[in-house]
Every structure is written in C-alpha cells, then in structure tokens.
C-alpha cells in the first residue's frame, strides 16, 4: 500500500471504528424494557424501530465528516483538535444512553442532549473552513440530536419527578 492511500484509509478507519465503538456502546446502555415502555409518550414520537437506521444513517454521515475533515484540515494541531471534539462528541453521544436509559434518568439526559447539542454545532463550525461538505454531511446529526432533545424534554415533562430528582 503507498503512502497516499495509507493517508486516505487510516482516518477513514478510525472515524469508523470510534463510531462502530460508539453505536455499540450506546446501544448496550440503550434498554426498551419496563421502565421505558412504562413512560408517557408524546403521540409524535416516531416508532421505535426507526431510531436504529436513522442513528446508522448519522454515524455513517459522520464517518464521512470525520475523514473529509482530516484529510482538509491544515495541520497536525488542527488534526488533534478535531479528534478531541470528536472524542468529546461520541462520549456525550453514548452518555445520554446511559443517563436516559441505564440510569432511568431524562431528566438528567436532558442536559446531556444539550451539551451534545452544543458538540455537534462545535463541530460544524470547527470543520467548516477546512471541509464545507463535512459539514454539512454533519448537520442530519444536528437536526436530528435537536429532535431528540425536544422529544426528551417532552418526555421529561409528561412523566416528572424521577427518582432522586
């Protein structure tokens, strides 16, 4: 393998595995069992069984985002700078599957959603002058984790207080 493809495919392969870790991670912290089947529901939540192609869709398009934004960005710090917001992005990601899921706690996901929110927008901007298309390839992600908070915060309302809160 030359140096040109071992440049292309190694962040693609990274980008891939942190997100393959990631789905996983999430979906082992993610249980429709009692206690989620238990909740109030607002009629607009989409089914269930769509949440899983929707976020496949997402990593995949973040894959994508990911390596056009390294192989564009400028230089090595610009390089360590988008694995730390990226890494920071997958962390708050799969956490909000432990705080709503794990740990029954919506309305402390809730503040996740948010900060994840908030990590996504980060990283539109952070990849924009190096790869519009990476960022754009990144706003599904934006639109749909800003579904996801307002879904939350309905849910949060519809079934507060939670235990401990």
Same mark, same amino acid.
């Given at each position: ?30 249980? @429709? =069992? ?9 009629? /607009? ?9 929707? /976020?496949?869709? @997402?990593?995949?398009? =973040?894959? @994508?985002?990911?390596?056009?934004? /390294? ?14 917001? $990226? ?8 956490? /909000? &599957?432990?705080? $709503? ?17 908030? &990590? @996504? ?9 190096? &790869? ?32 401990? =809160?």
């Amino acid at each position: 393998m030359n140096a040109v493809s071992r440049d292309t495919l190694r962040p693609a392969l990274v980008a891939l595995a942190a997100a393959v870790g990631a789905s996983v991670a999430g979906r082992l912290a993610t249980d @429709i =069992g009692p206690w989620y089947e238990a909740l109030s529901k607002p009629a /607009w939540q989409p089914p269930d069984w769509l949440f899983g192609p929707v /976020w496949t869709l @997402i990593y995949a398009l =973040g894959v @994508i985002a990911a390596t056009l934004a /390294w192989r564009h960005a400028p230089a090595a710090a610009a390089r360590r700078h988008l694995l730390s917001a $990226f890494a920071v992005n997958l962390v708050l990601n799969v956490s /909000w &599957s432990v705080l $709503f899921f794990s740990m029954e706690r919506p309305d402390w996901a809730l503040v996740g959603v948010c900060l994840l929110w908030l &990590s @996504i927008a980060s990283l539109i901007f952070l990849v924009w002058p190096w &790869s519009r298309l990476a960022s754009l390839l990144l706003t599904p992600y934006l639109v749909w984790v800003g579904f996801a908070a307002f879904l939350n915060l309905t849910i949060v309302q519809l079934n507060a207080p939670f235990a401990g =809160g």
